[in-house]
């Protein structure tokens, strides 16, 4: 998720783990551990717009990743606190074990794609139950960070405040897999009464909440997308299609970033033209918004340069990750 969510989740794990004994130094320190992983994106510009893609979120997301740091961090840790704290080595390197290993598995959660099995396997996890952000994840945690890191640590109620909001976040997690299953009903239903036969359904949250979903039927030579809310009464009835036009790709057929542009995508991709020149989509994201002109919230350009194959995502696109979050308060309104 968003850097600000893991901060904060790696923060309350951190005040979990240590808070009785090390107070805000816990709440301090489990930052820092569920921050580390997503510094992969300080690398990221040393590679090109593709293989970045891989990058965020790779090695440093895998399952692996927390027990090769953990026990660095929590020495060096320890090194800092240990004449003014009587805290072991174990203690501050399980606190940077917890903090740093609940960062990537939230990000599985997403749609965007990790690498928990790294560098045994490059598959990208993504069950995408849950947006890249989530206001009724974060803030909750948040909230409640602010309120406790000025308590007294062996507080009765500072203890009770923050394992209660990390069941309740959690539950919250849990329960955007339910609403997930529930989405995939909904919008199989809904393409079997519009009589559209597909190869596969994908279904995912849109930012900032859980309560706005887009599913995509993939056909032969394209997709069929719609937006569903939990507070809509009748089923998805307004469908667009959006054709995969693969055919535009011909001539780069062999690029091997292509390649790969297509493989991050999973499938999901559409490809055409606007006034900056031919462009490569990836749906998984959606647009801002259901209108056909409405523009996809992860694009990239696909640019001849001196015979080279250029790619870059679009400077707009990564200005509108937040403008679906207006769609959905507009079908609230009922607008």
């Known amino acids: 998720m968003d850097l600000v969510t893991q901060t904060v989740l790696g923060a309350a794990v951190g005040e979990v783990v240590l808070g009785k004994k090390a107070g805000n130094k816990a709440i301090m320190w489990g930052a820092v551990g569920g921050l580390i ?129 990390v069941m309740i976040t959690s539950l919250y997690l849990a329960g955007t897999v339910v609403n997930k299953l529930h989405m995939n009903t909904v919008f199989k239903n809904a393409f079997a009464e519009q009589a559209i036969e597909y190869e596969r359904l994908k279904t995912t949250p849109l930012p900032l909440t859980n309560f706005l979903w887009m599913g995509i039927a993939e056909t032969e030579a394209g997709y069929h997308m719609a937006l569903y809310s939990n507070f809509d009464a009748a089923k998805p009835d307004e469908f667009i299609y959006i054709p995969r036009n693969e055919a535009k790709l011909e001539a780069l057929a062999n690029d091997d970033n292509l390649k790969k542009l297509i493989r991050f995508t999973k499938g999901f991709y559409h490809v055409n033209e606007d006034e900056n020149g031919l462009y490569l989509a ?29 790619i870059a995502q679009s400077d707009e696109s990564r200005k509108i990750e937040g403008s679906a979050f207006s769609a959905f308060l507009d079908r609230i309104r009922g607008t």
């Open 282 to 310: 990836d749906l998984r994201f959606g647009k801002a918004g259901i209108a056909a002109d409405a523009d996809y919230i992860f694009k990239f350009y696909l640019r001849d340069m001196n015979g080279e194959l250029a």
């Open 37 to 165: 992983p997503d510094l992969d994106v300080l690398i990221v510009p040393f590679f090109n717009e593709v293989d970045g893609l891989f990058v965020h979120r790779g090695f440093s997301h895998s399952l692996v990743f927390a027990f090769l740091l953990a026990p660095l961090l929590g020495w060096l840790v320890h090194g800092i606190h240990r004449k003014k704290m009587h805290i072991t080595r174990f203690e501050w390197t399980k606190l940077i074990f917890w903090s740093a290993f609940t960062h990537p598995i939230l990000d599985y959660f997403t749609t965007y794609g990790t690498g928990a099995l790294l560098p045994f396997s490059d598959y990208r996890v993504e069950f995408g139950t849950i947006g890249i952000v989530d206001v009724f994840y974060t803030l909750p945690l948040l909230l409640v960070l602010l309120v406790i890191m000025f308590i007294n640590r062996t507080s009765v109620f500072r203890r009770k405040a923050i394992v209660g909001v």
